[in-house]
């Protein structure tokens, strides 16, 4: 296989797996934290929509010839142990989690994404679509700061949180990948550096949606 189908391989291997994980994790979220039956069937919904995207990725690995289960495995570790050290504590931190957390995460992605075939960057547009989260997740916080305007300082804090670590993972994972780590920068050399820039960049705007200081 070639150093370029290698990096694809391994861009859909690490998709597919956010996209189970998050499937399994949202689903539990939804159980344990959601205050009414209708927000508990609205998160519902995104995890079956991350479930969805999971299958065509699963599918689309498949159709290229690689073993799905292998093409996650290297990144089992990394998504783990940032789902683990970003557990939420309540509903509010779910829904912080959901836009803020997974929403750098899935930049990353899409970073990735712009230097892959047609068809893989089509596919990787699908899955990564919003599916309603930013408004679910925007509308409900936002309802929650207007009731309560202090509890903007912790959520705050708890966006930085989990944003420096899924930095810290995605770091890992480039350097521990380098066929991944060509696709995170552009054909003529850009420092990755620079990536990363822009996903600090747009995590602020979506911290600003949600009615929070970014910090730095």
Do not use: C
Request: charge should be negative; charged fraction near 25%; avoid cysteine.
């Amino acid at each position: 296989m070639s150093d370029s189908s290698s990096g694809v391989v391994d861009l859909l291997g690490v998709l597919a797996y956010a996209e189970l994980t998050a499937f399994l994790r949202l689903a539990e979220d939804a159980a344990r934290y959601a205050p009414t039956l209708n927000d508990r069937a609205a998160l519902g919904d995104l995890a079956a929509a991350e479930y969805a995207h999971f299958r065509l990725l699963r599918d689309r690995l498949a159709a290229l010839g690689a073993d799905p289960e292998e093409a996650m495995a290297p990144f089992v570790r990394a998504l783990d142990d940032w789902h683990e050290q970003t557990a939420p504590g309540d509903w509010l931190e779910a829904l912080v989690k959901a836009y803020v957390g997974t929403g750098i995460a899935l930049d990353f992605y899409r970073e990735a994404a712009a230097y892959v075939d047609e068809e893989t960057r089509r596919l990787v547009e699908e899955v990564l679509a919003d599916e309603g989260r930013s408004q679910f997740a925007v509308e409900r916080v936002g309802a929650a700061l207007k009731e309560d305007p202090k509890l903007s300082g912790r959520l705050a804090l708890w966006a930085r949180r989990m944003v420096g670590e899924a930095l810290s993972q995605g770091q890992h994972v480039a350097a521990a990948r380098p066929e991944l780590a060509g696709l995170l920068v552009s054909a003529g050399g850009e420092d990755i550096t620079r990536m990363f820039t822009r996903l600090t960049e747009a995590h602020g705007k979506r911290m600003e949606a949600l009615g929070l200081t970014p910090g730095p």
